[in-house]
């Protein structure tokens, strides 16, 4: 079984929204979330198996990157989506 997940993060001041993918491309969960450091290190504790996380470019984008980073070893891709234009590639 593929156990990886693909995380969107639409990050808001307030609120992130996020959608999770697993390895066939089929959506498995969707969720809101306070942009809260602890809800989000809780919600991606809570994931298990590969898991690759795109988020928007916007001003909490060095936070987010540098929160998740720090979390857990096993996230795989983690790239805001301006990266991803920039190397001409579509977000993990």
Not at 40 to 45: A, K
Not at 65 to 76: P, S
Request: with cysteine; aromatic share 6%; glycine share 10%.
């Amino acid at each position: 079984m593929d156990s990886k997940k693909y995380i969107g993060m639409d990050v808001h001041k307030e609120s992130i929204s996020i959608a999770v993918m697993n390895g066939t491309g089929k959506i498995v969960m969707e969720c809101v979330i306070e942009t809260k450091a602890s809800m989000i290190l809780q919600f991606i504790d809570g994931l298990r198996g590969d898991v690759h996380v795109t988020f928007e470019e916007g001003t909490s984008a060095a936070w987010l990157y540098d929160l998740l980073k720090t979390a857990r070893d096993e996230i795989g891709g983690l790239r805001s989506a301006k990266e991803c234009l920039h190397e001409g590639r579509q977000p993990e």
